[in-house]
T-cell receptor, first 113, second 115 residues
Framework: DGGITQSPKYLFRKEGQNVTLSCEQN?????MYWYRQDPGQGLRLIYY???????QKGDIAEGYSVSREKKESFPLTVTSAQKNPTAFYLC????????????FGDGTRLSIL | AQSVTQPDIHITVSEGASLELRCNYS??????LFWYVQSPGQGLQLLLK??????LVQGIKGFEAEFKRSQSSFNLRKPSVHWSDAAEYFC?????????????FGAGTRLAVHP
């Protein structure tokens, strides 16, 4: 079945450490997104990518970085510059640049040790 | 600025009762509207979408939603709620902005179902 796979499901970060969240899709979608979810705040866009080797900052990109070397993969790195990284992170994809629905993975919960 | 408001943070209904979750949006052009559902610790699943045409749209799991342009609303309804419907529900406005497909989400409504 096609879908989006996020790993790991749970991740712990130490002070000063960078951690990378994986997102892989086999839907053959061009566009991919990373969201951060905090209780009572809905979803906020961190980064998005329309095509391979191109990505743009979303609304809360500070302290995060991404790469898009393959169509299927869009990893997110939470850097030590992100001072409040504890959240639920969701990866999504959509077919292209039009207003198609976004399809979501099952998320990664990041906590601070 | 574009925004989505879900006025109810928590709603509790009895199993078998009807349900309406409210969603209001602020957007200057014709919006693309979505409802998603999220079970605890899971991702978001698309319930239904409105792009154009008939303002009453049917979705999965027996849900429907009605687009009312005059009220800038897109309320989600279900005639008879099942215990398995307990989850968090998100309304979203989609737009093509800055060259990409952007979604703006409401803060969500958490639904509890009493037996």
């Amino acid at each position: 079945d096609g879908g989006i796979t996020q790993s790991p499901k749970y991740l712990f970060r130490k002070e000063g450490q960078n951690v990378t969240l994986s997102c892989e899709q086999n839907l053959n979608h061009d566009a991919m997104y990373w969201y951060r979810q905090d209780p009572g705040q809905g979803l906020r866009l961190i980064y998005y990518s329309q095509i391979v080797n191109d990505f743009q900052k979303g609304d809360i990109a500070e302290g995060y970085s991404v790469s898009r070397e393959k169509k299927e993969s869009f990893p997110l790195t939470v850097t030590s510059a992100q001072k409040n990284p504890t959240a639920f992170y969701l990866c999504a994809s959509s077919l292209g640049a039009g207003p198609e629905p976004q399809h979501f993975g099952d998320g990664t919960r990041l906590s601070i040790l | 600025a574009q925004s989505v408001t879900q006025p109810d943070i928590h709603i509790t209904v009895s199993e078998g009762a009807s349900l309406e979750l409210r969603c209001n949006y602020s957007y200057g052009a014709t919006p693309y509207l979505f409802w998603y559902v999220q079970s605890p610790g899971q991702g978001l699943q698309l319930l239904l979408k409105y792009f154009s045409g008939d303002t009453l749209v049917q979705g999965i799991k027996g849900f429907e939603a009605e687009f009312k342009r005059s009220q800038s609303s897109f309320n989600l309804r279900k005639p008879s709620v099942h215990w398995s419907d307990a989850a968090e529900y998100f309304c979203a406005v989609g737009m093509f902005s800055g060259g990409y497909n952007k979604l703006i989400f409401g803060a969500g409504t958490r639904l509890a179902v009493h037996p």
